[in-house]
C-alpha cells in the first residue's frame, strides 16, 4: 500500500484565529486523538488539511452519513475472480501505515458504529479486525481526528461521554473580522475594502442566529460570493446568490438580507 498518495502535495491555507496550530502539534507529538468543534463553514477541515502538511503526514479523510457502518470504516471482504479478499476501509490503512485518519461530522453516523474507534483512542491503540480474525497495532505515525458541529446536537444525535472523553478538543468559531477579510482577499482574491464588506453582511446574518436563521452565513459561502465578485459577477447579485439564497427560503428573512447587501455595496 502506497500511503504516500495521501499526503498533501501543496499547502492549504490556513490563517491561524489563535495558538490552535501550537496545540494541535502538541497532541500529535504525544499521538493524542483530537476532537475539532464550530460551526459549518468555519474552517475545521481546512485546519486538519493544514496540519497534515505542515506534519508531512498523509490524511485519510471519511466524511460521516447516517448510512456508515463499521464495516465502511474498517474493510471487508470483496469477491474477485479469484474467490474473496480482504480490503481494508479508511480506519484500518491509517492505523496499518501510519497516516491521521480525519473523520469529518462524526455526530452524522451511527453511534454503534463509533464503538470501533474506542480501543485506537485509549493506551491501547490497537483495532481490531474480527471479520479477519487480525489485531493491529497502531502505526506509530497514526492519529484519529474528527469533527462536528456543536450546534446540531440533540439527544438523538451527539457523541456517547464514553466516546468524547478519549479526546483532546479544540474548539473554532468563526474567524475575527481581521482575520475572516484576510481569509476573503487570499482565497477569494478581492481587495480589502469588498472583503471588509463581505464580513459585515456575515455579521449581520450572524446575528439573526437564532431569530429565524438556524446558521450564520459562513466563511466559506463569503469565499464563494468573494470568487463570483472576481469572476466579474456585481457584488450585489454575487452576494445574493452565495449568502443568502444557499441558507434560506423564508421570504422575510431573505428581503432582511438582501436590504443589507444593498446597503453595505450601494
Known sequence: MDISQYKIDN???YDAQ???IELYEAAYAARLPVMVKGPTGCGKSRFVEH?????GKPIITVSCNEDITASDLVGRYLLDANGTRWVDGPLTMAARYGAICYLDEIVEARQDTMVVIHALTDHRRELSLDKKGELIKA?????????YNPGYQSLMKDLKQSTKQRFCALDFDYA???????????????????????????????????????EGISTRLMVYAATLINQGIAPVEACK?????????DADIRETLDNAIEMIFG
Open 18 to 20: 489563535s495558538n490552535e
Open 11 to 13: 499547502e492549504p491555507f
Open 241 to 249: 446568490m452565495a449568502l443568502v439564497r444557499p441558507i434560506t427560503d
Open 51 to 55: 496540519m497534515a502538511w505542515k506534519l
Open 176 to 214: 475575527a473580522p481581521d482575520v475572516e477579510a484576510h481569509i476573503l482577499q487570499k482565497e477569494g482574491n478581492v481587495d480589502r475594502d469588498t472583503a471588509n464588506k463581505l464580513v459585515k453582511i456575515g455579521e449581520t446574518a450572524r446575528n439573526l442566529k437564532g431569530h429565524g436563521l438556524d
Open 139 to 147: 502505526h506509530p505515525d497514526f492519529q484519529l481526528v474528527i469533527s
